[in-house]
Nanobody, 118 residues
Framework: QVRFVESGGGLVQPGGSLRLSCVASGFDFSAHVMDWYRQAPGQERKEIAR????????WLEGSAKGRFTISRDDSRNTLYLQMNNLKAEDTAVYYCNSPLPTGQDYPWGQGTRVTVFT
């Protein structure tokens, strides 16, 4: 059974940094593309970052470019999101997942909450 456990969220002031982690289990992590998503209050969950197998290529959603970095450690089955210069609009619950060819998703984890407060 595929499982994702996200951690690293918290309260931070604008301009601060956080490093999120996602530990995956139940599948061959190194063979999968991995994504970070976030769901802000009152909004739908949306993808903000992607990293391919091996980590050679990444994609970041517009507002994340220049501030966030996605990376992976296949030896630890762990996905990371380094978030710098955080803004109030980054407040959300952050999730990881991996895209399936069918277009469906693996079961979602609990997510990790990030709150940027003034």
């Amino acid at each position: 059974q595929v499982r994702f456990v996200e951690s690293g969220g918290g309260l931070v002031q604008p301009g601060g940094s956080l490093r999120l982690s996602c530990v995956a289990s139940g599948f061959d992590f190194s063979a999968h593309v991995m994504d970070w998503y976030r769901q802000a209050p009152g909004q739908e969950r949306k993808e903000i970052a992607r990293i391919i197998q091996g980590g050679d290529r990444t994609w970041l959603e517009g507002s994340a470019k220049g501030r966030f970095t996605i990376s992976r450690d296949d030896s630890r089955n762990t996905l990371y999101l380094q978030m710098n210069n955080l803004k109030a609009e980054d407040t959300a619950v952050y999730y990881c997942n991996s895209p399936l060819p069918t277009g469906q998703d693996y079961p979602w984890g609990q997510g990790t909450r990030v709150t940027v407060f003034t």
